[in-house]
């Protein structure tokens, strides 16, 4: 990630963890230690979504674990401001807003204006080329069956041969068999 070379760590710890995770924005702000949990292979975050009240399980990869283990022993939330103090959703969305600009990461140069909602769809191609299906990336994520399918289709940026494999998967999924 370019951003990573140039952002301050708090954007970078932003970053990391929208990509990582794939949760709104509201969710991030108020993601804590409460919210991580031991599992027989490692960790995971346990959190009820603002928007729709369900539980999202996401497992911790090794990125976050790092985000994890590198906030403060003191430190209640795992994502706060530059002086450690809780962010508001407005403050962590213009703070990484600046940074793709400064990369280089230009919408003329990428073809689209990169945003922090995009990150959600990153985590959900993530999951895609780890082989989860869908209902599993939507267990996973918090979301809806036919959510998953929509993110996978607008953010998923899959090699030729795969594309046959994920249009089967949203065609099943639309229909209601995945």
């Not at 729709?52 to 674990?65: D, E, I, L, N, Y």
């Not at 990484?96 to 990150?119: C, F, N, S």
């Amino acid at each position: 990630m370019a951003i990573r070379k140039i952002a301050p760590e708090w954007v970078v710890r932003i970053l990391v963890t929208a990509c990582e995770t794939g949760m709104r924005l509201g969710d991030l702000i108020r993601l804590s230690r409460a919210h991580i949990e031991p599992t027989p292979g490692g960790r995971r975050i346990r959190i009820k979504t603002n928007k729709r009240g369900k539980s999202a399980f996401v497992s911790v990869s090794q990125a976050m674990a790092e985000i994890i283990d590198g906030t403060p022993s003191d430190r209640l939330l795992i994502l706060t401001n530059a002086s450690g103090n809780p962010l508001t959703e407005h403050r962590a969305s213009e703070g990484v807003r600046q940074w793709p600009d400064k990369a280089g990461m230009t919408p003329e140069r990428l073809g689209y204006d990169l945003r922090l909602y995009d990150a959600r769809g990153t985590a959900a191609t993530r999951l895609l080329r780890a082989g989860l299906s869908l209902s599993q990336i939507a267990g996973c994520m918090g979301w809806s069956l036919r959510t998953a399918a929509a993110m996978i289709e607008r953010y998923a940026q899959v090699s030729p041969s795969e594309t046959g494999d994920v249009l089967t998967l949203l065609s099943a999924a639309r229909e209601g068999n995945a």
